[in-house]
């Protein structure tokens, strides 16, 4: 996708802004930072997550009345499947519409020239919720910070959901990968975590840590597997050791396969490198083939925010992988579209459901 004409520095007022905690109560509030949440919030999310897939399940009809007459707009300046079509699947199964600009946001008036805080405004006017994936980090406190003050103009607020802010931060996937972690293992305590690969670009690694740091458990060991040169962010290791985690960091996954319980593998950003040749000499470091996940134990799970190359290996090795009952990257992908589900009720209508 090529870059927009416009202006595509984030303001200053983004840095400064802060969003909303949580706090038991998700009514109106922008999710934009898994630094929102507490465990209590966690709680809430993932009993409405479990109980919206019961009624998918039983095709319950009165789901479309929940956020039936609602809109939300969908703002993707960068690629992608699982989180767009989710979101808006979860949408049209809540009862509410989808909007988007026709033809995407190629023909938005971003390509005009226009900065992202004027889009943001125009798409809060017509929309209740905006889901916005932006390679800028910072992108969506800026949506949050200029929606604060549309909303104080305008008959009907809106709130933002970030979809990803560049490197930054991935806060619906972290939500629906503890999910995840929480329907296979049913308790974060004990339990010995490896996220492997791009930590330093990759944002759904970043919100995951601090979620699982924020959710305070026992005796959670978090295994960091990457080169240095692709090292989970300084700030973020501090923050979750600051959280009671056991945190180890290493560039050999053989070294902990054995006791860890859940494998967190990611690819390797390339369109985050500026320099070719490094992605080149990195880029084949990580390769997760059914021999290496032999060495997991037994009731281990492989996770994957997904989209994967070739750091799954071949088509062959993806075959086998995705026949072991380890690999449970299918299920969480499926559950992003229950938590985004539970997330749009939370925002738009604060009910119990
Ligand atoms: C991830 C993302 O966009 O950060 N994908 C996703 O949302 N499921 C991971 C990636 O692109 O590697």
């Given at each position: 996708m090529s870059e927009p004409a416009g202006e595509l520095s984030i303001?200053?007022?983004?840095?400064?802004?802060?969003?909303?905690?949580?706090?038991?109560?998700?009514?109106?509030?922008?999710?934009?930072?898994?630094?929102?949440?507490?465990?209590?919030?966690?709680?809430?999310?993932?009993?409405?997550?479990?109980?919206?897939?019961?009624?998918?399940?039983?095709?319950?009809?009165?789901?479309?009345?929940?956020?039936a007459g609602k809109v939300m707009a969908s703002l993707f300046f960068e690629a992608s499947t699982r989180t767009d079509m989710s979101f808006q699947a979860a949408?049209?199964?809540?009862?509410?519409?989808?909007?988007?600009?026709?033809?995407?946001?190629?023909?938005?008036?971003?390509?005009k020239g226009e900065n992202l805080s004027d889009t943001i405004r125009a798409t809060g006017c017509y929309a209740d919720v905006i889901v916005l994936r932006h390679p800028e980090i910072g992108s969506s406190y800026e949506a949050g910070y200029y929606l604060d003050l549309l909303n104080q103009r305008i008959d009907?607020?809106?709130?933002?959901?970030?979809g990803g802010d560049g490197i930054g931060e991935h806060p619906t996937q972290a939500l629906l990968d503890m999910f995840t972690i929480f329907d296979q293992k049913k308790s974060l305590d004990g339990l010995t975590i490896a996220l492997v690969g791009d930590l330093k670009h990759g944002r759904t690694v970043h919100s995951l840590a601090k979620l699982l740091a924020y959710y305070d458990a026992d005796d959670v060991r978090l295994c960091l597997v990457a080169p240095q040169s692709l090292a989970m962010p300084a700030d973020i290791c501090k923050l979750v050791a600051e959280h009671g985690i056991h945190v180890q960091q290493t560039d050999d996954l053989r070294e902990i396969i054995a006791q860890t319980d859940v494998i967190y593998w990611t690819r390797i950003q390339e369109e985050r490198f500026a320099d070719e040749s490094a992605y080149s000499r990195i880029k084949d470091r990580f390769i997760m083939t059914?021999?290496?996940?032999?060495?997991?134990?037994?009731?281990?799970?492989?996770?994957?925010p997904l989209p994967r190359k070739h750091e799954m290996g071949t088509r062959a090795d993806h075959d086998v992988l995705d026949a072991d009952r380890r690999s449970i990257y299918f299920e969480q992908m499926e559950?992003?579209?229950f938590v985004r589900m539970a997330l749009l009720v939370k925002v738009l209508r604060g009910v119990y459901v």
């Open positions: 303001s200053q007022h983004a840095f400064a802004y802060q969003p909303p905690p949580i706090d038991g109560d998700f009514f109106g509030k922008h999710i934009i930072s898994v630094d929102q949440f507490q465990r209590r919030d966690l709680d809430i999310l993932f009993q409405a997550a479990t109980s919206i897939r019961k009624r998918i399940r039983t095709q319950d009809r009165g789901l479309t009345e929940l956020c949408m049209r199964r809540l009862g509410g519409d989808v909007i988007a600009v026709s033809n995407g946001v190629r023909f938005s008036s971003m390509y009907n607020p809106t709130v933002a959901i970030s059914p021999s290496l996940l032999a060495q997991a134990p037994a009731d281990a799970i492989l996770m994957h559950n992003g579209m």
